[in-house]
């Protein structure tokens, strides 16, 4: 099994930043995927980002050039900057980790942009 645990999330004003964490625990193997999903009120979950094991990144072209992944392997965690936040990007943000065993989703983070 696999438990994702996000952290990082909370209240910015409109062109601040936020760093997003997720750990993930228990049997993990080397090749995975893991991402960044989001879902505002009313909305779908949507990709907001993702890296494979070896580096393989996906952006959602409403987050390119403001938003970047990246993966400490050794930790097993995922990391998302996200700078020039727009109110828009106000949503719960789950982390999402993809491997041959099938899909583990984290609990989600709240993020709010508001001045």
């Known amino acids: 099994q696999v438990h994702l645990v996000e952290s990082g999330g909370g209240l910015v004003q409109p062109g601040g930043s936020l760093r997003l964490s997720c750990a993930a625990s228990?049997?993990?193997?080397?090749?995975?995927?893991m991402g960044w999903y989001r879902q505002a009120p009313g909305k779908e979950r949507e990709l907001v980002s993702s890296?494979?094991?070896?580096?393989?990144?996906t952006y959602a072209d409403s987050v390119k050039g403001r938003f970047t992944i990246s993966r400490d392997n050794a930790k097993s965690t995922v990391y998302l900057q996200m700078n020039s936040l727009k109110p828009e990007d106000t949503a719960v943000y789950y982390c999402k980790l993809t491997d041959f065993r099938g899909v583990y989703w984290g609990q989600g983070t709240q993020v709010t942009v508001s001045s």
């Open positions: 890296i494979g094991s070896g580096g393989e990144i």
């Open positions: 228990g049997i993990i193997f080397n090749f995975n995927i």
